[in-house]
């Protein structure tokens, strides 16, 4: 604590000082930092020509005052007037470090953790952050290195292990990723966060046996929007005769991945309802072995247990090689497609090009989305026409680059109403091929057995595991991955070359792959 290393230095002062000093002090530890200020900048103010040192500490302390009442604005010039007069102020520089974390100032961070460290590597928590700061800046093997060191300063605490493994699945170690989440887990016992985290390092091993049941952590985090169910949970209980209400809890693409386990509830003698997310109902209307479809909101009828969607993957026992099939189990609305079709021919001037392809090229998560420009040597192969199926996120990219990559827009109605997806699986079930980064389009061709080539980056979600080309949730699937991170002109260049072969191919009178 900072009040403690002044130590005895405050007793060479007045007594009213020392008086004011330790009310400060006590103040802080109260946790009412307003006022714990409003003295230090008394004393601040009223001590002009205080020696150098005491000064930086009094700045240092006003600092870290205002920073803990949330006033980071304020915290700065004190801060910062600490490490003028003292520049080795161990806690001036961690709090300035910390602010400029937290306003993504990744770079600045990184010089005041960098020097942090560098004066006292044992500093509770400096060496865990400057991994973080590292991370952030996309730099894994010296985050990994840094959280090594960690380790070996503060063995005894759990986040070390679990960012370390981390870093270490990130970079590909999945085996030593899943030894630091284990680590983490043995100081905090189950703490939901870093069985969450094991989860997802067996599941992108490969390992659902117990990845799924890892993953099941994330049902019990603070963060999750956990779903307070009125009933009983279901746990494999018998379902003849029984029904179950399965609800969502994730993204939208969840919901196509993952609706297909109601065949296998259904041959388990369930009743099966499904709730979904209110602009997916219609869209998912086309999936079999429903006994009822309520959007998010609507009056459910009564039922006898309940589960979340994901949690099925655990409770019936997936692993690679048994995930339920039935492809195609998702369609697109026949009038619509048939719509759409006729909408088609007439874009394309009743000259169908040998290759069709409808393409997404933006998602929400960081890291996922492709650079249009990437596509620009596709749309010039001769025979292929691509057809943008991006909405809302991404649309500023094509404004940018229409006249460099050429893309067929679909109009400004292309799935402009409530229902999500409606225009989409109609436009896909009249192409040939779709080109998409992992986003929810994805799993909506996989589900529709549309072909789908996914592009992903270096390190991708852990349902696409780590090295498959294929995925065992898509049949008509193909995956292609950075070769390294953050590298999409490579890998776009691979994709491009493969649907070049593919056209000329279904040219000649053959079926893309």
Not at 73 to 94: I, S, T, V, W, Y
Not at 158 to 186: I, K, M, P, T
Not at 308 to 314: A, G, N, R
Not at 486 to 506: P, Q
Request: net charge neutral; glycine share 8%.
């Amino acid at each position: 604590m900072w009040a403690k290393r002044w130590g005895v230095a405050i007793s060479e002062f007045s007594p009213a000082f020392v008086q004011a000093y330790n009310t400060g002090a006590a103040l802080f530890q109260a946790g009412r930092f307003g006022e714990a200020a409003t003295v230090y900048r008394r004393l601040i103010d009223e001590s002009p020509d205080i020696a150098t040192p005491h000064a930086a500490t009094l700045h240092g302390a006003l600092g870290l005052c205002l920073r803990a009442a949330g006033r980071p604005d304020e915290a700065m010039d004190p801060l910062k007037q600490a490490l003028r007069l003292k520049p080795n102020h161990l806690d001036a520089l961690n709090a300035l470090g910390g602010i400029l974390l937290d306003r993504r100032h990744i770079e600045h961070a990184l010089i005041a953790f960098r020097e942090l460290v560098k004066l006292k590597p044992d500093y509770p928590g400096a060496l865990l952050t400057l991994g973080n700061l590292f991370m952030f800046a996309g730099d894994g093997e010296r985050a990994r290195a840094v959280y090594r060191l960690a380790l070996v300063v503060e063995p005894d605490v759990a986040v070390n292990h679990n960012n370390f493994g981390a870093v270490s699945l990130s970079l590909g170690h999945l085996a030593e990723a899943a030894r630091q989440y284990r680590h983490a887990l043995a100081i905090d016992v189950g703490k939901p966060e870093y069985r969450k985290n094991l989860g997802t390092c067996l599941l992108m091993a490969g390992d659902y046996a117990n990845g799924t049941v890892a993953y099941e952590g994330r049902l019990e985090q603070p963060v999750w929007r956990k779903r307070n169910m009125p009933g009983v949970l279901w746990q494999g209980q018998p379902l003849a005769g029984r029904t179950l209400l399965v609800h969502f809890e994730q993204g939208l693409g969840d919901s196509f991945q993952y609706i297909r386990y109601a065949g296998v509830l259904k041959r388990m003698g369930a009743r099966v309802l499904y709730e979904c997310q209110p602009a997916l109902k219609r869209v998912l209307s086309t999936a079999p072995d429903l006994d009822g479809l309520f959007a998010f909101g609507e009056p459910l009828p009564a039922y006898d247990y309940y589960i979340s969607l994901m949690s099925l993957m655990h409770r019936l026992g997936t692993t690679p090689d048994n995930v339920p099939g039935g492809v195609p189990y998702l369609r697109a609305e026949p009038e619509l497609a048939a719509r759409w079709a006729e909408r088609l021919d007439r874009l394309e001037g009743g000259s169908r090009p040998a290759l069709r392809i409808g393409i997404n090229w933006h998602g929400n998560e960081t890291g996922k989305s492709i650079p249009l420009e990437c596509f620009e040597a596709m749309g010039k192969l001769p025979d292929v026409r691509l057809y943008s199926l991006q909405k809302v996120s991404g649309l500023d990219h094509l404004e940018r680059l229409r006249d460099r990559v050429a893309v067929t827009e679909l109009g400004a109605d292309f799935d402009a109403g409530p229902d999500a997806f409606l225009d989409t699986a109609a436009v896909m079930a009249n192409m040939d091929l779709i080109v998409t980064c992992d986003t929810s389009v994805c799993h909506l061709a996989g589900a529709m057995g549309r072909p789908t080539w996914v592009v992903l980056k270096w390190f991708a979600d852990w349902r696409w595991m780590r090295d498959r080309l294929d995925s065992p949730w898509y049949p008509t699937m193909r995956l292609f991955r950075q070769a390294k991170s953050n590298d999409w002109a490579e890998v776009m260049v691979r994709v491009t070359a493969e649907v070049a072969e593919t056209a000329a191919r279904y040219s000649a009178g053959g079926m893309p792959r």
